[in-house]
Structure formats: structure tokens, C-alpha cells
């Protein structure tokens, strides 16, 4: 029995007139999904995946030029009207997306907004559509739904707007939803969340889903299939597992090879792709992966590739690339296309830890923010216990991991750190000297040692100086003369790996990649022993991440550097620190060599957090056990009695009796030692147990 | 809550305290009520000139703090003292007010909506013809000050008349004389006069407005909710208006504050131009009197309306925004 | 998505090549240009100054002799435009530059540094916005004859900077938690120099444009005071004067000496206008609806 394909995209083509020439956004995009499917689409930025699915839906601008043919059912979309699309808009298909803040009307309660879904496509009362969307905020698992839906989209947190979303889409039972990169916004455990509320909607309305993504995690766990786009165009496309574990297109080689894997504790280099995905203006003619593909070869620049169907692999398992058929003849892995650089270790890990320096302290660190509310009348109803008494080290040549969610106070710790003056309790110690002491001239001099490295690298350069001046301006500022300045900046462009013309270039005219190395080089400027880096490569596309991650580890090596690195990709942490600490609302859950936690979490808040973390391996996915918490996290300005972790604790709510739970209600737990002493592993839970979560496979079972 | 208010509320009273404080010493040090008894041919004699000043609390020869006092104490009994004629200001800044209301109301308001609805259909329309259309139109208005619109239009009135032969439009006052009353003859009347200054007042709203009110929409008109209206099966028109143009009008809240909250001052140009007597007019001619008291008084009553505008603006903007009200 | 540029085009270039391609705004800038030329050239060029009397033609409409024609006393109205124009730039200009430059440092000031000052630069700005200006402007106006005509310029700056500041207030807030001022912050550059090499830089287009629309404000505003009498004063001469003397005539056949500067002070304050609108889309231009994807 052939069934018919619920969507069939052919030959889909969308360019946008711009300033400096028309962009094509889309090039010959086909591919269809069936009835109860789950398809992935996957691609870094400029790859065309969101302009796609907008394309279907006929949300487009109007100056978007679409050519090719978009069938649902059988029945062409592309050149329909308004109305007629707006009758199918919301009912047949639906779309969830991104920025769940910015995606509902802030001015119209949420259940409003859900009802008015109803009511455009139902003939059916007020009332009856008010009461249907309780009932899909009830099954979506808002609690006190009747309650909840005369509140407005910003006193819902993330997740649950989020939840709202979704249930706006399913409301009127669509054959398909389109869901565009609807957890990138959210924190990992409420991405888990998120995930299985979607997959309920789905087996509740029956839709095909089209899950469009850059996490290649998420869509190992979610799709049947997956489409993988560069520059505008598939490159390759098949079941899941087919395209995971042999991909046939150097694009998608390169770009499983690039990834850290959260449960391989060997420490091999990343394979990077080099180069940046390309402009899709004047896109020159051949294949666009050409300049950052090692297996380049002359035809490669003439002809573009087609999508061809590979003759050895899974049904519908096609790939775009000239050399497919060898790739599949030598079944070649990424680490054979791609070379790895070599990085040794740094001279610092021959010294055992407790012999070197301590170049920061932190004991029982806190801060406090006070609560203001309301905008017009300013008033203080509470503190925010954004930090409440951390204590960890760095020691010389080291690097720790900083890892929590949002409201853990990871940045608040780093910005206290940075500003070098006394917390509102506890003490900081930088370079074996105390904070609470310093004059100004002091901390002026500390300035020299210790740097900083930001998250978004377009707003951590002046957008109005260029590279030298940048790059000077460190060295300005601490009196070092002109001539010597100017030596040093081309030194430093040579260490981040860019060229000595990019100095009079602006940040605007390069790219991603290039403009956080710029921010690496202008942090090592004075030649610092301590680096902090927040989230240095979370802004980044996927397929430069692993650029920089190598970059930062070489750096490291050579330069005896130690870090402090915040990130909420635990991958990322795992790769490249040695030992990590989990916070959560405050405090620190979990600390210790970063193997010894990874491997056998003790707290089960990071038992938690590494379960929901999902993995780019396919069968791994399927089978894992997960473990997926209840509610929201609380408001730092009003933490849970006890242990902070208890109201989502999946331990709390489980196994222990109530006298064990009584000990969590009333006493904060320390951190003690887990697994014998001497294993640098730390654990706050009074009923801490080690176990093995990422290699726990056996279903999925949730709280 | 009560203490915030209250100390919010403090602030505005002292910054209306030392506004209405300067304009009295101010107006009390620069003018001088003196002359204009002393400009009369003959003039009276200096005890005379005294008394008489020394009636109307504008003798510069008390010390002006002494002078604020009494000033002051009147003001808390409501009573605003005499003008420079010696009628009372309280009477005449009653009947000035309700002139300026009434001159200013209308044609405000039609402005007002004239302006937000080209505004938001300029937006959805972008690009059109109309759009072009109605910002050139506007943007030309904007260019051309208030003086001489009004001189135009009260010429275009006359020319108007001409035309049709019959004098309908009127350029000068409020009324014709005998016909205050609220008949209907007199009501048409009131209309014939209130055309002409009106359309100053309505070209200039709409021209303020539609500009704002464009800018507005178009940054709303880009949002992912406005998509996501449309995603649900929304018409685009049906979701503009609901979705977009609901949004779009937060910001132009305080401008409507503002604007409505200051009617009651009056416009002096108009008033100038088209000779009503309103609060306008009172006040550029308290200047040129030397009537100190009238000055101070407007002042105080500036100052308050000002305070009772940027409240207002508070109120409105939390009114149509929910994400600033916390239940 | 973004798309990059090809090649690196600096910025003020594609400034200046988008506000060319807006034929108004540069016709706006070609006419401003050419009221400069007008105003303090054209007195070396027409044969009649601002001051002279022709005894032989009073209340003469626009001939071949004088262009604009003649007043009541004898005076050349092309002559007397010019004069007033000149005036009407300079405090257009000056009063623009100086009240664009307070509004720029007190509201970064304010902004930056929060706490008392930030509370007092608010106090002060209420204050400044509560003071009935036109009063204070007009009591002083005897004050500006002659050569302190400049203090009018003073004080018509100090009147016009309040709303600005705020604005610029308030994208210091958020410019302050963007992360390049944290990266000075934290390789020790001193305050001010953060404000003034990172902050207002990035303001510059902001600023920029509200100079402009300050430009042809406060010509606006002169207008008005001098309408009245209580802006510059006689002997001097500003198209506000001249409005002043002559809007009476305006339904007379004399009228033409209500209508042609009044007619000359619209397309100036239009062109500044265009200009301004011009420099906006230049430095800010608006994606369109929806944007790229």
C-alpha cells in the first residue's frame, strides 16, 4: 500500500531582493513527509531551513521570489490567495516557533490567543472556545490551567509559554506541524520538557511533524527521517540512522565529526571544517561546500551536485557530493576526510593539583540583588539570592568548567569575579590576594592577568573600532608604547589563526568565527594567567564551534593558560575542562574532575540534566532512560527551604520516606565527598548515589 | 504601595513648588506694573501709584519675598489674586480656560484620529501610492510653522468667502457679537467661527500623528507575533488590526497625554491669529502687561497640567501595555 | 541570516551612498546649501542692503529694482530676508549643536553612572521641563539686543535638550549591559573615556538625526518668540521679525511681504526636514516588513 505523502515540497527556490544583490535563501529544495512522520531539518544559519518552512506556510514577505511547487494533499499552495491559505493556515498545518516571548501578543491574555485559534477556523461560542483552550493548556501540563489562561504571555516562564505554543498549534487537530528550532531558546531540562509534550501532541492529533533544527541531538531523539541543508540546498537526506552513522557528504562527515560528545571521555581534538558557511549572494557556481571541503576536486567547482539516491545505502538514503560513491565504497569516517590537529597537554597537569598555585578563590562567595518591581514606581519587595555562598578553585594552568541553567548564577559568579570588589558575603581571592582589600591601583594591576572572553562576539567588539584598534586598546590602557603595540598585534592575529591585513577590517566584515578569535586575541593582549570565557561558542554556528574549541585548547597548552569556563553545553565542557562545577539556583550541586562527575553523577540534579541533554547517536537516543523533571525552575528571589533542588528533585519525589524528605525540607546539604576520598568529586545531597546516567538505556521513563 | 505613592506624589509637588516659585520671582523681578501707570498721560501721583499697587500685591517696592508670601496664601485659599486691571484673575482664568477647551477640543481630536488611522493604513499599505501621498502631505505640514499656517488658512477663509459669495467662514473670534447664546442659530454660528482654527489644529495632528503612528506600526508590523496571528489561520489584514495596531499604540500613549492633558493652556497662535480670547492669549498679554500676578498664576497652572500630563502618560501607557502592570 | 558583504565596503561610504540615493534628501541638502549662499553671499551680489532706504519706492511690490519688493518705510524685503535668514541658520545651527552635545553628556552621564547623579541629571531634567521656558525667554528678551543676541541662542539650547537626554539616558542603560562597554570595563579604561570612545560613538546616528530635526526646531521656536516680540530684537532682524512685522498684510495686495520669507522660511525648515529624514534612512535603515530569514 503507497501512501500518499501528507507534503511534497519540489524544486522549492526563494530569493529576497537586498541592497548588495538578490539572496538566495533557498535553492531546489525537495523532499516530502508522510502521514505521522517526524522529518528533521538540519542546518547552521544562512542554510535556508526557516525560510523553507515559511515558504509552506505563505508567511513569507511579499518581495520573497518563490518559484517551484509546494503540495499538501495533492493540492498546490504556492500562488493561493490570502484567504485560501488562511483557511488551512492554523487547521491542516500549523507552525510553532522559536522565541515563544516574542512570538505571542504581549497585549492579549493566553488564553485569549489560544481561543481565538478556535474560534477562526470553528463556528462554535466564546465560551466553548475558551473552554477548549483549558483543556489544551491541561493536556500540554500547564498546571491550573483555568487560572493560567487569563494571564498575559510574560508571566509565563520559557517552558510554559513555550507549552502555550504548542497547544495553539494542535488546537484545531492539524495533519502537520511545522515546529521551527522550538527549544533553542530554552534551558536543556525544559528543553526535555518540551520535547516529550511535543511528542505527546503528536500522538494525540496524529500530525506529521517537520522538526527543524541546528541541534543535531534533538533530531537523533525526534525524527524518522532528516534532511541535512548548506547554503540553500539538501546535501543530504535519508532515515536517521542511515545519515548518522553513514553519512555519505563531507558536509554532514565533517559536521558529526566536529561535534563534542558528551559521553566519549577521550580527549581527542575536534575535527574542524575551516572557512565559514558562504554568502548567498553571487553564490559562485559548483558546489557551495567546496572552499572548506578537504576532498575537493576539480569538478567540484563547475557542477553543483545533485541529489542522487545512493545505490548501497537505506531506501531514500541521497546525498549531494561528486565523490559519494567512494565515500561509500571506503566507508570513510570523518577523522579520514578531515584533519584533526594535534594538540599536546599542557606543561601545568604534570604538577599534581594541590602542588600548583591557586590563581582564584572562591569561599562561600554570595550576592544579592534587590527585587524591584514595576516601572513606573520603583520598589524593592524582595532580594534575588542570584549567588548564596559558592566556594570553589582554579589552580595555575587549569581549567574549570562553570555549567548550570538560567538562574543558576553562573554569570552573576564571573561578573563579581570580574569586577574584583568584595561580595555581599564570603571572599575572592585573585592571585592568592583578596578582593575586599584592593585600592583601585590594585585592581588596575590585576587587570593585566586576568581577561575576559564574551559569549556574542558581535557585541563584545565595538561595532565603530577597528580590529587594531581593538586589539590596542588593552594595551593602551595598561601604558605599553606604541611601537611595541603594533608588534604585538600582528603577533596575536598570527596566534588566533588570522592574517595581519584583517587589522584595519571592522567586526562587521568578518565573520562569526573570525570575530570571537578577534575577542580571544584581544584577551590575550597582556598576557593573562587567568581567562574567563562565557559561553565563548555558544553564539557560534556548529560548524565553527569546533575551530575555536581546538583554538582555545592549543592556546591553553601553549600559553600555560588557566580558564574559567562558563557553558551550558555540557559537550563543550566536557572536552575541554578539567574538572566542572554544577550550580543550580545559586549554589553548586556537583563539583570534581570533570570524567569522575560526567561519568557517575552523584547529585541528581546533574543525574538530570545529563539525562535530558540529548546525544547526536541515534540508537543511543531511542533507547536511553530519561529522566525528565517536573515544573519550572523556581525565582532565585524566592528559593525552595533546604535543599534549593527539592521541588524538582526526581529523588525527593520518588524513593525517599517522609522523614528522609523532612532532612531536605530543613537542612541545606554540604558538599561531601562522593566515592571515597581523594577522587576530587563533590556532591550537596544528603542522599547523593552515584549511577551511570549516560549509558542508562532502557526506555524512556519519565517523573 | 501607599508610601511609594505618596513619596512619588512629594516629588511632583515640589517640582511644581519650585516652578511656580521661580515663575513668581521671575516675573516679579523682570516686570514692571509701575510703568504702565507711569506711561499714562498725565501721570497719576506716586502715592497714588503706590496704593494703588500696593492693592494689587505688585508694589516693587515691597520686598518680593513678601509679596510671594501674600501671593502664595492666596493661592491656597484658591484665590489667585487681581490682574494689573484690578478684576479678579480667578473669573477670568475661568472663563479663558473654557475658551481655549472648546477652540482647541475638536480639532484636537479629529486630528488625533484623522492621524492614527493614516498613520496605521500608511503602514499596512507601504509603499503605495497613498503612503507616498500622505507622507509628503505630511511631512510638508510639519515643515511649515504654526504662524503661518494660520495666517494662510484665515486668508484661505476669506478667499473661500469670496468665492462663494457669501461670508461663511469667520477668521476672527469666538462668536459673533449678540449671538453667545447656545441657540441654534447661535450654535451655527460658533461652528461658522470654529472651522478656520480647527483646521490648523486638525492638519497639524494628522500630520504628527500619521508620521508617529506609521513608525509605530512598522516596527510592530515586523514582529514574530504578528506572524504568528497569521499562522493561526488569521487573515493578514484582520491581524494587523487586531494584533498589530493594539501593540502599535503603547508608545503613542504618551503623546495622547500629553496632548490632551495641555488643551487647557490654550495655543497661542491661534488665539493670536484668529483673536479668541483664551488662556493663549491671556498669557503672552500678561507678559506685555506687566501683570505679574496673571503670569505667576498661568505659571502654576502650566506647571500642574504638565505634572497631571506626564501622570496621565504613566497611566495610559500601563493601561494599554500589560507587561509593565504586575498583578 | 545575514547575508555577508562581498567585499568590505566601509561604513560611511555606504552611509553617504544610501542618502544619495534618496533624490530629495539631497535636494534638501542642495537647497540648505544653497540658503547659506543665499543669506551671506547674496548681500555682496544685490544692490540694496538690509539697512538702506529707497526714499523712492515705499510699499512697492516685487519689481525689477527690488526683487521682493518694498516696506512701508523703504526697506528692501530681499535684503531684509537675507539678513533674516542669516540669523535664522546660526541660531538653527549653533542652538542644534550645543543642545545635541548637553543632551549628549548628561544623558550618558546619567545613564552611566546611575546613583546620585543619575538621580540628580533626572531632577534636573523635570525641573528644566516644568519652568515655563517661553516665559523666561521672553522676560529676558531685552537682554538680547545687539551683540548678546547669542545669549537668546543660549537660551533656546538650554530649553531644547531635556526630551533628548532622556532618550540618550535610556540607550546608555542598555548600551551599558552590552558586552563591548563590559570588556572596557574589565581591561580597567577609565570611565569617561568608555562614554566618550565606546557609548555615544554608537550613538552617533541617533544623535545625528536629532540634530537635524534640533535644527529646524529651534528656528521654529525663534519664530514663535519673535512672533510675539520676545525673541531677537529690533535692530536685528530674523525671518521671525519680519513674520512678525508683516503677517497683518497678509490678505492685502502688500501681502507679498508676508508671503515671500514666509514662503523662503518654509523650504528652509522643509529642507532641513528632508535632510534629517534623509540621514535616517541612511544610518538606520529599516529592513522592511519581515526581514530577512
Known amino acids: 500500500m503507497t501512501a500518499q505523502p501528507l507534503l511534497e515540497v519540489e524544486n522549492l527556490s526563494v530569493t529576497f531582493p537586498s541592497e548588495a544583490g538578490p539572496v538566495a535563501a533557498v535553492r531546489r529544495l525537495s523532499y516530502h513527509i508522510m502521514p505521522g512522520e517526524v522529518l528533521g531539518i538540519v542546518g547552521e544559519s544562512g542554510s535556508g531551513k526557516s525560510v523553507s518552512s515559511l515558504a509552506v506556510m505563505g508567511l513569507l514577505p511579499l518581495r520573497a521570489k518563490i518559484t517551484g511547487s509546494i503540495r499538501f494533499k495533492g493540492t498546490q499552495l504556492l500562488g493561493q490567495s490570502d484567504r485560501d491559505l488562511s483557511a488551512i493556515r492554523g487547521r491542516r498545518i500549523s507552525m510553532i516557533f522559536q522565541d515563544p516571548l516574542s512570538a505571542l501578543t504581549p497585549v492579549f491574555t493566553v488564553g485569549d490567543q489560544i481561543a481565538e485559534a478556535v474560534l477562526i477556523h470553528q463556528k462554535i461560542s466564546e465560551q466553548a472556545a475558551m473552554d477548549r483552550a483549558i483543556e489544551l493548556l491541561e493536556l500540554v501540563g500547564i498546571p491550573n490551567p483555568r487560572q493560567r489562561a487569563t494571564a498575559f504571555p510574560h508571566e509565563f516562564s520559557g517552558g510554559m509559554r513555550q507549552r502555550a505554543m504548542i497547544a495553539m498549534a494542535i488546537a484545531n487537530d492539524p495533519e502537520l506541524i511545522i515546529a521551527d528550532e522550538p527549544t533553542t531558546a530554552l534551558d536543556v531540562t525544559i528543553q526535555a520538557q518540551i520535547l516529550e509534550t511535543l511528542d505527546k501532541a503528536r500522538k494525540t492529533t496524529g500530525a506529521a511533524i517537520i522538526m527543524i533544527t541546528h541541534d543535531l541531538g534533538v533530531i537523533a531523539g525526534a525524527a524518522d527521517r532528516v534532511a541535512v541543508m548548506y547554503a540553500g540546498k539538501p546535501v543530504e537526506t535519508g532515515a536517521i540512522d542511515d545519515v548518522f552513522y553513514r553519512p555519505r557528504m563531507p558536509y554532514t562527515l565533517g559536521l558529526l565529526g566536529s561535534i563534542p560528545r558528551l559521553d566519549i571521555a577521550e580527549r581527542s581534538p575536534l575535527t574542524p571544517i575551516e572557512g565559514s558557511p558562504p554568502s548567498l549572494i553571487n553564490l559562485p557556481t559548483g558546489c557551495p561546500f567546496t572552499p572548506r571541503c578537504p576532498m575537493r576536486i576539480e569538478k567540484c567547482e563547475q557542477v553543483e551536485p545533485e541529489l542522487l539516491v545512493l545505490s548501497a545505502s537505506g531506501p531514500g538514503h541521497a546525498a549531494a557530493c561528486h565523490r559519494s560513491q567512494e565515500i561509500e565504497q571506503q566507508n570513510l569516517k570523518s577523522t579520514d576526510v578531515f584533519p584533526a590537529p594535534v594538540i599536546g597537554e599542557p606543561e601545568a597537569s604534570t604538577v599534581p593539583r594541590a602542588q600548583r598555585e591557586k590563581v582564584l578563590e572562591l569561599t562561600n562567595m554570595a550576592k544579592h540583588f534587590p527585587l524591584v518591581k514595576g516601572a513606573i514606581l520603583r520598589r524593592r519587595v524582595g532580594t534575588v539570592f542570584a549567588v548564596d555562598g559558592i566556594s570553589l578553585d582554579i589552580r595555575e594552568g587549569e581549567t574549570l568548567g562553570l555549567v548550570g541553567e538560567s538562574g543558576c548564577g553562573k554569570t552573576t559568579t564571573i561578573m563579581e569575579i570580574l569586577n574584583l570588589t568584595q561580595p555581599a558575603s564570603g571572599r575572592i581571592m585573585v592571585f592568592g590576594k583578596d578582593t575586599s582589600g584592593m585600592s583601585a591601583q590594585d585592581r588596575f594591576s590585576i587587570r593585566e592577568d586576568l581577561s575576559v572572553v564574551f559569549q556574542d562576539p558581535l557585541a563584545s567588539l565595538d561595532p565603530r573600532m577597528p580590529i587594531s584598534d581593538i586589539l590596542a586598546e588593552p594595551m593602551q590602557t595598561h601604558g605599553i608604547p606604541a611601537t611595541e603595540r603594533a608588534n604585538r598585534i600582528e603577533e596575536l592575529l598570527q596566534i588566533v589563526g588570522l592574517r595581519p591585513e584583517h587589522a584595519s577590517r571592522y567586526p562587521q566584515e568578518f565573520s562569526g568565527g573570525q570575530r570571537q578569535r578577534v575577542g580571544i586575541a584581544r584577551a590575550l593582549a597582556l598576557k593573562p594567567r587567568l581567562v574567563v570565557l562565557d559561553e565563548p561558542v555558544s553564539a557560534l554556528d556548529l560548524s565553527i564551534r569546533a575551530g575555536i574549541i581546538n583554538l582555545l585548547e592549543k592556546l591553553k597548552t601553549d600559553l600555560g593558560l588557566a580558564y574559567l569556563f562558563v557553558a551550558h553545553d555540557l559537550s563543550v565542557v566536557r572536552h575541554i575542562a578539567n574538572r566542572v562545577a554544577v550550580m543550580y539556583l545559586g549554589k553548586i550541586a556537583e563539583i570534581g574532575d570533570v570524567n569522575r562527575v560526567f561519568d557517575l553523577p552523584a547529585h541528581p540534579y546533574t543525574q538530570a540534566l545529563l539525562s535530558a541533554i540529548p546525544l547526536p547517536d541515534p540508537r543511543k537516543e531511542r533507547a536511553r532512560r530519561r529522566i525528565i523533571l517536573k515544573g519550572d525552575i523556581p525565582s532565585p528571589a524566592n528559593p525552595p527551604s533546604g535543599c534549593h533542588f527539592r521541588t524538582r528533585c526526581q529523588k525527593f519525589a520518588g524513593e525517599l520516606n517522609d522523614q528522609q524528605r523532612q532532612r531536605c525540607i530543613d537542612e541545606e546539604p554540604s558538599l561531601m565527598e562522593q566515592n571515597g576520598p581523594g577522587g576530587d568529586h563533590f556532591a550537596a545531597c544528603h542522599y547523593a548515589e552515584s549511577y551511570a546516567v549516560l549509558d542508562d538505556v532502557a526506555g524512556k521513563v519519565t517523573q | 504601595m501607599g508610601r511609594f505613592l505618596l513619596r512619588r506624589l512629594a516629588y511632583l509637588i515640589v517640582l511644581v513648588v519650585i516652578a511656580t516659585a521661580s515663575t513668581y520671582f521671575l516675573a516679579a523681578a523682570a516686570l514692571n506694573p509701575r510703568s504702565n501707570f507711569e506711561g499714562r498721560n498725565p501721570p497719576p501721583p506716586p502715592e497714588i501709584v503706590d496704593a494703588r499697587l500696593s492693592e494689587l500685591n505688585l508694589n516693587d517696592k515691597t520686598p518680593i519675598v513678601e509679596r510671594f508670601n501674600r501671593w502664595i496664601s492666596g493661592v491656597f485659599r484658591a484665590d489667585f489674586g487681581l490682574t494689573v486691571d484690578g478684576a479678579p484673575v480667578n473669573d477670568e482664568m475661568g472663563r479663558r480656560v473654557w475658551v481655549s477647551l472648546r477652540l482647541l477640543l475638536i480639532g484636537s481630536l479629529l486630528g488625533t484620529l484623522a492621524g492614527v488611522a493614516a498613520g496605521a493604513y500608511s503602514a499596512v499599505k507601504q509603499y503605495a501610492f497613498t503612503d507616498h501621498a500622505i507622507t509628503l502631505v505630511s511631512f510638508v505640514i510639519l515643515s511649515i510653522n504654526t504662524v503661518v499656517l494660520a495666517v494662510f488658512l484665515a486668508n484661505a477663509g476669506t478667499s473661500f468667502n469670496n468665492a462663494v459669495g457669501y461670508r461663511f467662514l469667520y477668521n476672527t473670534g469666538e462668536y459673533a457679537p449678540g449671538l453667545e447664546d447656545w441657540t441654534s442659530a447661535g450654535i451655527l454660528d460658533r461652528v461658522q467661527h470654529l472651522i478656520l482654527p480647527s483646521m490648523v489644529l486638525i492638519l497639524q495632528g494628522f500630520a504628527f500623528y500619521s508620521r508617529y503612528q506609521r513608525n509605530s506600526m512598522l516596527d510592530v508590523l515586523g514582529s514574530d507575533f504578528v506572524r504568528t496571528a497569521q499562522a493561526k489561520g488569521l487573515r493578514r489584514s484582520k491581524a494587523l488590526i487586531k494584533h498589530a495596531l493594539r501593540t502599535a499604540l503603547i508608545p503613542m500613549g504618551t503623546f495622547f497625554a500629553y496632548q490632551f492633558a495641555l488643551i487647557f493652556i490654550g495655543s497661542i497662535f491661534v488665539e493670536k491669529i484668529f483673536t479668541w480670547h483664551g488662556m493663549g492669549e491671556w498669557f503672552v498679554q500678561s507678559i506685555q502687561k506687566n501683570d505679574v500676578n496673571v503670569t505667576a498664576a498661568i505659571g502654576l497652572f502650566v506647571a500642574i497640567l504638565v505634572l497631571i500630563a506626564g501622570f496621565l502618560s504613566d497611566v495610559v501607557t500601563v493601561a494599554l501595555d500589560p507587561r509593565i502592570r504586575r498583578s | ?293
Open chain 3, 1 to 293: 541570516m545575514v547575508p555577508r558583504k562581498a567585499d568590505p565596503d566601509s561604513r560611511s561610504r555606504l552611509v553617504l551612498r544610501r542618502f544619495l540615493r534618496r533624490r530629495l534628501a539631497v535636494a534638501g541638502l542642495f537647497l540648505v546649501a544653497l540658503f547659506f549662499v543665499f543669506a551671506y553671499l547674496g548681500p555682496f551680489f544685490y544692490k540694496w542692503q538690509y539697512n538702506q532706504l529707497d526714499f523712492q519706492a515705499f510699499l512697492q511690490p516685487p519689481s525689477s529694482s527690488h526683487w521682493f519688493g518694498t516696506t512701508q518705510n523703504g526697506f528692501d524685503m530681499l535684503a531684509l530676508t537675507m539678513r533674516g535668514m542669516q540669523k535664522s541658520l546660526i541660531i538653527g545651527l549653533i542652538g542644534a549643536v550645543l543642545s545635541t552635545g548637553i543632551a549628549a553628556i548628561a544623558g550618558a552621564a546619567a545613564g552611566y553612572f546611575s546613583g546620585w547623579t543619575d538621580r540628580m541629571m533626572i531632577a534636573m531634567i523635570d525641573l528644566l521641563l516644568v519652568l515655563p521656558s517661553f516665559l523666561i525667554i521672553a522676560i529676558l528678551s531685552p537682554v538680547f539686543s545687539g551683540k548678546t543676541w547669542l545669549i537668546f541662542v543660549l537660551l533656546l539650547s538650554a530649553f531644547q535638550w531635556m526630551i533628548t537626554a532622556r532618550v540618550v539616558r535610556s540607550m546608555t542603560l542598555s548600551m551599558k549591559e552590552r558586552e563591548f562597554v563590559y570588556a572596557a570595563r574589565f581591561m580597567g579604561v577609565s570611565n569617561w573615556r568608555i562614554i566618550l570612545r565606546h557609548i555615544l560613538p554608537n550613538m552617533s546616528s541617533f544623535l545625528i538625526i536629532d540634530a537635524t530635526i534640533n535644527v529646524s526646531s529651534l528656528i521654529l521656536s525663534e519664530v514663535g518668540l519673535s512672533f510675539f516680540g520676545f525673541g531677537v530684537q529690533p535692530p536685528d532682524i530674523s525671518l521671525g521679525t519680519l513674520i512678525n512685522d508683516h503677517w497683518q498684510s497678509a490678505s492685502t495686495p502688500n501681502g507679498y511681504q508676508f508671503y515671500l520669507p514666509a514662503f523662503l522660511l518654509i523650504l528652509l525648515v522643509l529642507a532641513v526636514n528632508l535632510v534629517g529624514d534623509g540621514l535616517r534612512d541612511a544610518l538606520d535603515p529599516n529592513a522592511g516588513i519581515g526581514g530577512d530569514r
